[in-house]
């Protein structure tokens, strides 16, 4: 069994070492546990970079940087690919007059990233409006990207807000087409705001559009909290780069996080954010954010000294889905969440499983 303080001691090194805080750096005692870690929470590029700066030396951080350099040098390769493919896919909705937002690690390249072999892209996320889904999928499809079956794509479209589709070629990497943030249920986003919102970037030279500074500061909380029991840490990097380097008016993402039913899920992660990077959040934002004392206890009991997550696993969904009541506010949405995860399991004719997922 695998020591869970030595663990531990490898989870502060790394969060020490992305906020800044190390001084003279030992190498950790296990290799293999120390990568294992930096891959799993996505920040081997970015720890290969602050290690190089602060001038790591003798055999043991050789052989580490050589690791994470390889794990950099496969974050270009890969990025790049996923870029030329996004150049692709909007070449086609631009001409079919169809606009689409970048969402997440896509536009965080360029806002946050000037070295964007430092920034993983598992996938590619991007918002369109819902009435144009039908025709970017057909569209798609023509032009040879993988689409699932249809009984996949109407599940996706009644009990989500996303459907993946792959690029067509034998890599078959995914993107993600949003017509929403979140579960319908599970909040009250204008989305039409955000579009309205939306600014324009530049991406590789080429003009893309993306989420204002403050919309998307509270899509990147939003999405930490919906992901709390497989968190990664590189999400909480790209939050305190946002807060660090962008201009974000915090009171206008805790005004439309009350607004729209967000406030739990961005507690939740201000709670994560401060955790691994202490007092860089303001304390008048902290004090704002707060939920009543029964939610704090929640997550109080939920907690785990492990320094890279806020709470304990919960990779199985016995776990997961009482924890999960913990970001829905109303009674009646509670409702609607346990009937659209359990009432496939007890009643015939409700909602089911999308066919296609693991």
Known sequence: MRDPGERFRDGNLIVDLLAGRVGKIRPPRSRARFLDLCRAHGVEAVLFEKLRLRGARGEAWDRILKE??????????????????????????????????????????????????NRPLGDVDLLIRKRDLDRVLGLMRAAGWRLPPRESV???????????????????????????????????????????????FQLEGEPFRRLSNEDLMLHLLVHLAHHFFRPRL????????????????????????????????????????EKVFPDLLPPEVIQAAKVSRFRRGILQAA????????????????????????????????????????????????????????
Not at 90 to 116: E, M, N
């Open 68 to 117: 994470l350099e390889s794990a950099r040098r496969q974050n270009i390769a890969r990025n790049i690919y996923l870029l030329s493919r996004l150049r692709e896919l909007h070449s086609i909705l631009r001409k079919a007059g169809i606009p689409l937002i970048v969402l997440k690690g896509g536009c965080l390249l360029s806002v946050l990233y000037p070295d964007f072999g």
């Open 154 to 200: 109407d599940f996706w479209r009644k009990n989500f807000y996303h459907v993946q589709i792959r690029t067509p070629d034998a890599f078959s990497a995914i993107f993600e087409i949003h017509w929403d943030l979140e579960k319908e249920y599970r909040h009250d986003i204008q989305l039409e705001e955000l579009w309205e919102r939306s600014v324009i």
């Open 234 to 273: 590189i999400w909480v990097y790209d939050i305190r780069l946002l807060a660090e380097v962008a201009t974000v008016d915090w009171s206008r993402v805790l005004a439309r996080a009350e607004r729209w039913r967000l406030r739990l899920p961005v507690f939740y992660s201000m709670a994560y954010v």
């Open 303 to 358: 907690s785990t000294a492990d320094p890279l997550t806020l709470t304990l696993p919960m990779e199985r969904a016995f776990l997961r889905l009482p924890f999960s009541l913990y970001f829905i506010g109303r009674p009646g949405d509670i409702l609607k969440f346990l009937w659209r995860n359990l009432g496939s399991k007890v009643l015939p004719g409700s909602p089911g499983r999308n066919p296609g997922q693991s």
